[in-house]
């Protein structure tokens, strides 16, 4: 794979983004300046870059851009890693560890996520224990050497590993890292004698705690055979098409890197959809000015929400995979990888319905996905899902779904949803406000467990609303939150897609050396930052962007002595560490009474673990990009269920591209555009703002219009 001339950072020409989920694959095409936006939806198919191509093609043909005039690079996101690892579709691996360590993933941490659960389950291993090989070696904590490997083990690994079929090798040695030499030999000798691809933890997380610096080690294996041919698949296509444009692919950090190098780490990706719907929520949210924003991100297959403060998201140092209790942590293998702090939620248009082990309705969390899809889809499905729901309630037009490229079925909806009533005793009307309601409660129910876990009251907190399901449902979503105000942006079904374009390059990355934050010696942070500074100025300079528009980033991990667990701070950027002790140990006591209401005073302060954040300037984005075809159109009115069985209302459908800024659309109302509809519920009152967003307040007793309101109708953009 080639990675070419990076134009992601100037404004000229016509740039692409492209987001895999699980039911669609969204396709964004904005021209110079984003002043003019063509969108799509496709069905994510079984060979992801069918999908793609189809999209592709169709955007550009709209546009009427020949494919030599798509020289800007595509920016890519996916879910091609993530369900790869849930799913247990990875690539058969092989793990290499320090002789007498091969146990590692049977013992994990010896931490118990539930004290009191006798049948407490745990995440299987990510690899099995037959594919777990030994080798004498041994580098200690300090990162001095003493045992080096033997060449006739390495030779013995080889040909055993041959033996294995496995696909791929993850090498993981105790302490590596803090020297990985060991790692590098083995690696290296195993590429040359097996011929696949080998990776190390110390390369990909170079971190305390060998568990999940091993799992993550892992894990990249398991999706490098994926993930690497993929992109140099799609690389291939956009040749053969004339079509010059190289590919970045989106990371879980809210940055993206080009494909050579997201080939060579995918473990960096498994959030990078997600990610990328985060990173559009914070450019919205800096033109609508909330101090704090939940970004409600609904699609096919799941639901996201992502807490903003001060239009910026979170970024945490470590995700979990594989959760066998979705909200618990640690009931899942952890990741050491950069992501951008939120929580998925198995609820989603394909969320499927079903009769539970108490004879209840039940909603997800499994998804009919695209294939066979909601019942309506007329692709097979039998059973009733979120979408089939939201048809029968009247929420969504059957022959316009999709701009009308997939009319809906109203009858294969009706059977689904007859069928499961039948096992419930209930009417089927009732069995699709059940599934309406019961996904409400479950989004709220998560977004609202997210949130206090992480200190924060989502009453009164602003929704923005997007996602191809995300605008049916918000309204709801944000009555169960005490939310009073909710930002519909434009083309919302696409928005993370067109988050790919706002994103800038970025690489995150970490080095683990223990030491005391006052006696840190400045010539040797100096040391490791310069060791992190030439490799994140290596990765993004071979994803094509210039070396002199890199800036750094630096942030610590830092802990009082004697605890176990540390906490993240980020410091300034610059051409070097950007504070002194005395000035990161105040951000430190600041951040930890934050998070836990006080400090240890006399108790010495050490760094656990140096960051660097190496980025590109942000993209040059029109400040009104999201400019949709206008048209006039009258409004109708069909029948909608709002509130409890017989609750059947007369409700105004209106065309989203009719409404001009300052127009206002009272609930109950449906505004329908081409991949997304806008449900409206009773009390709710929209105002189009200049940018063209929905801005929905819902009205209450002695209400007064809520700031946010009144900059979002007359904030000039």
């Known amino acids: 794979m080639s990675d070419r001339s990076n134009g992601h950072q100037t ?38 870059l069918d999908g793609v191509r189809t999209g592709v093609i169709d955007v550009m043909q709209r546009a009427g851009l020949p494919p030599a005039g798509l020289t800007e690079p595509i920016v890519h996101a996916t879910t091609l890693v993530t369900n790869a690892l849930i799913e247990g579709t990875g690539a058969p691996v092989a793990f290499v560890t320090t002789a007498g360590f091969e146990d590692v993933f049977e013992i994990r941490t010896e931490h ?24 004498a070696e041994r580098t200690v904590a300090g990162g001095a050497i003493l045992a080096r490997p033997a060449p006739e083990d390495i030779a013995r690994l080889g040909r055993e590993i041959s033996a294995m079929g496995v696909a791929a090798v993850a090498v993981g040695f105790l302490h590596s890292y803090a020297n990985g030499e060991n790692e590098e030999i083995v690696a290296a000798a195993l590429r040359e004698a ?101 970004c409600f991100d609904m699609g096919g297959t799941t639901a996201k929400a992502c807490i903003l403060e001060n239009s910026e998201p979170q970024l945490g140092t470590s995700f979990e995979y594989a959760r066998q209790y979705r909200f618990i942590a640690g009931s899942g293998l952890p990741l050491s990888t950069p992501s951008v702090d939120l929580i998925e939620i198995g609820a989603g248009g394909g969320s499927l319905a079903h009769r539970d082990d108490f004879g209840l309705l039940a909603v997800g969390p499994q998804s009919a996905g695209s294939e066979p899809g909601p019942a309506c889809y007329a692709r097979g499905g039998t059973q009733p899902t979120v979408t089939d729901a939201a048809l029968l309630l009247g929420y969504l037009d059957a022959p316009s779904f999709a701009g009308g490229k997939m009319p809906l079925d109203v009858d294969a909806a009706e059977r689904a949803a007859a069928s499961l009533a039948d096992e419930l005793g209930i009417a089927a009307h009732d069995v699709a406000a059940g599934i309406h309601e019961l996904a409400n409660q479950s989004m709220a129910a998560a977004a609202a467990r997210y949130a206090t876990e992480r200190g924060v009251d989502l009453r009164g907190v602003p929704l923005l609303a997007f996602g191809g399901a995300g605008p049916v449902h918000a309204c709801g979503v944000a009555e169960l939150l005490d939310a009073t105000e909710i930002v519909f942006p434009p083309m919302a079904s696409v928005l993370s897609a067109f988050g790919c374009l706002v994103s800038p390059l970025r690489i995150d990355l970490a080095r683990s050396r223990l030491t005391s934050l006052a006696d840190a010696p400045p010539d040797a942070i100096e040391e ?30 830092a802990r009082y002595r004697g605890q176990a667990n540390e906490v993240t701070i980020w410091l300034g950027e610059g051409a070097a560490f950007p504070a002194t002790a005395g000035e990161a140990l105040l951000v430190f006591e600041a951040r930890y009474e934050e998070l836990y209401g006080m400090t240890i005073p006399d108790v010495p302060v ?6 660097i954040a190496a980025v590109g300037p942000e993209p040059a984005i029109d400040s009104r990009p999201l400019v949709a075809t206008r048209h006039s159109g009258a409004a109708r009115t069909r029948a909608a269920w709002f509130g ?15 409404l001009s800024p300052g127009d206002i659309v009272e609930g109950p109302a449906v505004v329908e555009e081409r991949d997304t509809t806008v449900v409206l519920r009773p009390d709710w009152t929209a105002t189009v703002a200049e940018d063209l967003s929905l801005v929905a307040v819902r009205r209450l007793a002695n209400d007064s219009t809520p700031q946010v309101l009144q900059e979002a109708i007359s904030h000039d953009h």
């Open 112 to 135: 118990r996520y539930d004290m009191y659960d006798i049948q407490i389950e745990f995440a299987p291993p990510p690899v099995p224990r037959e594919r777990i090989l030994g080798i």
């Open 644 to 658: 409890r069985p017989g609750a059947w209302m007369d409700t105004t459908v209106v065309s989203r591209e009719s």
């Open 606 to 611: 050490e760094v656990v673990t140096w960051r």
């Open 11 to 48: 404004p000229e020409g016509w740039r692409l983004a492209v987001d895999i989920g699980g039911t669609f694959t969204d396709v964004v095409l904005a021209g110079p300046g984003a002043r003019e936006v063509v969108t799509t939806k496709t069905l994510t198919t079984r060979d992801p």
């Open 194 to 294: 097996t011929g696949l691809p080998v990776c190390t933890s110390s390369d990909v997380a170079g971190l305390v705690r060998e568990y999940p610096r091993f799992v993550t080690a892992a894990a990249n294996a398991q999706t490098v055979p994926i993930l690497g041919p993929y992109l140099a698949r799609l690389e291939g296509w956009l040749a053969s098409q004339g079509i010059p444009a190289s590919v970045l692919l989106m990371l879980s950090n809210g940055g993206a890197v080009g494909a050579r190098v997201a080939g060579r780490y995918p473990i960096r990706a498994i959030e990078s959809g997600p990610a990328a719907g985060a990173l559009a929520g914070a450019w919205l949210a800096r033109r609508h000015a909330p101090e704090r924003l939940l």
């Open 528 to 557: 490791i930052c310069e060791e992190m500074r030439k490799e994140g100025r290596d990765l993004l300079v071979e994803s094509g962007l210039p070396a002199d528009v890199i800036a750094f980033r630096y942030g610590i991990d």
